[in-house]
């Protein structure tokens, strides 16, 4: 191992590790944002973009984000949509992402019982009120572990980014070796910058499980 | 006489061919009590959630003091601030405390200051001895504590009418007593209220007017005192001893 080399790249590696969490937060947010409108959606039956919110739900589970990139980023251009890799990388995974939030926060609204609802319409609240301060507290709650859960699951979908030439983590490391052929190094780097970027995730996730629980169960 | 609070004209309410509620009209005027008894089923939930607008409604129409009150109508959240209503089983916000509780829709919806609404909400809290659990969440709750929180909440939207659905029917036996006590308290102060319950001797107590509903009907409609010593119907009669209980010796 040659850690005068790994201290050399090391900024390398630290500026693809913050280009990796920035993408990965920014598409995530973007992906939680999407899901609440998707899950809202579903649950107030609004007649079309339900049907709309369902199959986008199947399209973006059942296709790769690989894929997914692609379409956005040669796709657009094509119908004269200029777009950057860093654009691309957010919009994909905020795509792919909305899907599974979607799913995550309808589970959680179904598990709360309509009579809620109609308790906080009943003392006059309007529908987004009582969505706000009484439905989605609760949903939360449960949904917690599935929204953990696939916050996690998209940081790491980042990984496919370098396909559209984003110089995050997987590409400098591809880069690195095959530039210097130095794949120990560079290996031990890359797992390396994910684990700091993920166990802090999955950790801060375990967390805010323990402290939603309270909120869910009992009346 | 007194104005009509709550005017429900030949309401008609069914459930895709099921009709449920035919042509009822009925009224409840200022500071009046009214109590709804009648079979399981026959209607008397749903009597209460059309007036909340909870329901829609297939013909008819419900007023509160002349104002029209229906599921598609504007002016749905400040109509059904009009309407107060409390469930059989409580329906309080687990997620919040009892003082959030009571102070979420007065505050959030109503926009009224928070520190008049908590000092209201104070008062009613110790009137019906609860005071000191305020800051409790409801699961820490008994049955009977949550549902006497249920109606501080409901009445500080200061609605024109309260309405009870069954709201001691969930309740363990010794908790029953210190919530009816609490619906009587309101009564005396002179609320105006519409009651459903299986409770008989508190109906007695508690009612100006008695309502029997069946077959999507109000098939009587009288007094208390008349409707326990002498009822018209048959119906009237055979709902009362279902109530007797009597052992062949
Ligand atoms: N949401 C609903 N969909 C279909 N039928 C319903 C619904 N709610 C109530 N019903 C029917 O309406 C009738 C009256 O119910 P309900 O008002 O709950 O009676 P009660 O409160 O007097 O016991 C019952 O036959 C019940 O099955
Ligand atoms: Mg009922």
């Given at each position: 191992m040659d850690w005068a080399y790994i201290g050399r790249v090391l900024p390398l590696y630290g500026k693809a590790a913050w280009l990796t969490f920035r993408t990965g937060t920014a598409g995530i947010l973007l992906a939680a944002a999407v899901g609440l409108l998707g899950a809202a959606a579903l649950r107030w039956r609004v007649p079309v973009i339900r049907r709309i919110v369902s199959a986008y739900v199947e399209v973006s589970r059942n296709t790769p984000l690989l894929v997914q990139l692609f379409f956005i980023y040669y796709g657009l251009p094509k119908i004269g949509i200029r777009t950057d890799p860093e654009f691309c990388g957010i919009a994909g995974l905020a795509f792919l992402g909305g899907g599974y939030m979607t799913e995550a926060f309808r589970s959680g609204i179904e598990a709360v019982d309509s009579l809620q609802e109609e308790s906080a319409l009943s003392l006059g609240l309007t529908q987004s009120q009582a969505f706000i301060h009484v439905i989605l507290p609760q949903a939360a709650a449960v949904s917690a572990p599935a929204v953990m859960a696939n916050v996690v699951f998209l940081m790491k979908e980042t990984s496919v980014f370098s396909a559209v030439s984003l110089m995050d983590l997987m590409f400098t490391a591809k880069d690195q070796i095959g530039l210097y052929y130095r794949t120990a190094e560079s290996l031990l780097l890359l797992v390396g910058a994910y684990l700091m970027i993920l166990l802090p995730l999955s950790m801060l996730g375990t967390f805010l499980e323990r402290r939603l629980r309270h909120a869910g169960s009992g009346t | 006489m007194p104005e009509a609070v709550l005017k429900i004209s030949h309401l008609t309410k069914r459930f895709d061919d099921q009709t449920?509620?035919?042509d009822l009209s009925l009224e409840v005027r200022e500071g009046e009590t009214v109590v709804i008894v009648g079979?399981?089923?026959?209607?008397k939930s749903t009597l209460l959630r059309c007036v909340n607008a909870l329901e829609d409604i297939q013909g008819g129409e419900i007023r509160i003091r002349g104002e029209e009150i229906r599921h598609d109508g504007k002016n749905l959240p400040e109509m059904r601030r009009k309407v107060g209503m409390v469930f059989q089983n409580y329906e309080l916000f687990p997620h919040l405390t009892v003082i959030e509780n009571i102070l979420l829709a007065p505050v959030k919806?109503?926009?009224?200051?928070r520190e008049e609404v908590r000092a209201e909400a104070m008062e009613l809290l110790e009137r019906v001895g609860l005071k000191e659990k305020a800051d409790s969440l409801p699961r820490q709750l008994s049955g009977g504590q949550k549902q006497r929180v249920a109606i501080v909440r409901a009445l500080c939207v200061h609605p024109d009418i309260l309405l009870f659905d069954?709201?001691?029917?969930?309740?363990?036996p010794e908790m029953v007593r210190e919530v009816l006590d609490v619906i009587i308290g309101l009564a005396e102060r002179g609320k105006t209220m519409l009651i459903v319950t299986h409770e008989m001797s508190f109906a007695r107590a508690v009612a100006d007017r008695i309502i029997l509903l069946s077959d999507c009907r109000i098939l009587e409609e009288s007094s208390p005192e008349e409707f326990f010593t002498a009822p018209k119907t048959e119906q009237a009669k055979k709902f009362l001893q279902s109530f007797e209980f009597r052992r062949s010796r």
């Open positions: - | 449920v509620l035919d079979p399981s089923g026959c209607g919806a109503q926009k009224r200051r069954e709201v001691t029917a969930a309740l363990d």
